[in-house]
C-alpha cells in the first residue's frame, strides 16, 4: 500500500500542479493572447502602408506614363500644326512673290507702254465725259419732274382755294359788277 499512497500522492501533486499551472497558463495565455493580437495588428498595418505605398507609387507612375503619352501625342500633333502653318506661310509668300513678279511684268508690258498708256488714259476721259453727260441728264430731267409736279400741286392748290371762294367767281366773270347775284338785295331791285 505504501506504493500506491506514493502513487496517490504523486498524482494528486501532479494533478494540483497541472491546475496550477494552467491557471497561471490561463492568465499568462490572456497577456499572450493580447501580446500577439496586438503584434499581428501591428504587422497588418505595417504590411497595409507598404501595400498602400506600393499601389500609390504605381498609380502614380502608370499616370505620369499616360500623362507623358497625352503630352507628346498633343505635341506630336502641334508640331503638325505648326508645321502645316509654316508650309502654308511659306506658299504663301512664294505665292506672293509669283503674283509680284507677274504683275511687274504685265504692268510693264501694258500699262508703261507710252502709247498704250496714253490710249487708255484718252478712253478714261472719254468714258468720263460721257459719265458726267449721263449724270447731267438725268439731274436736268429729275429736276424737270420735280419742278413738273410742283407747279401741279400748286395749281390744284390754287384751284381748290378758288372753288372755295365762289364769291369771287361771279365778280371775275362779270367786269364792274360788284353786286352777288344770289345776295338777297339783289332780288329787291329788279
Known sequence: MSSERKLRSALETVCVEHFIFSREAATLNTQEVRAIARIQSQWRSYSIRQQFKRLKIA???IQTCFRGFCGRKRAHSFSLELAYVERLKHFHRAATEIQKCWRGSSSRRRIHDFFSRKFYLQSVFVLDQDFR???????????????????????ATSSRMVDSSVHLASTEVCLGVYDSPFSPAFDNRY
Open 133 to 155: 453727260q449721263r449724270m447731267y441728264n438725268r439731274y436736268d430731267n429729275i429736276m424737270g419732274c420735280q419742278l413738273r409736279r410742283e407747279e401741279i400741286n400748286e395749281r
Open 59 to 61: 498609380s502614380l507612375r
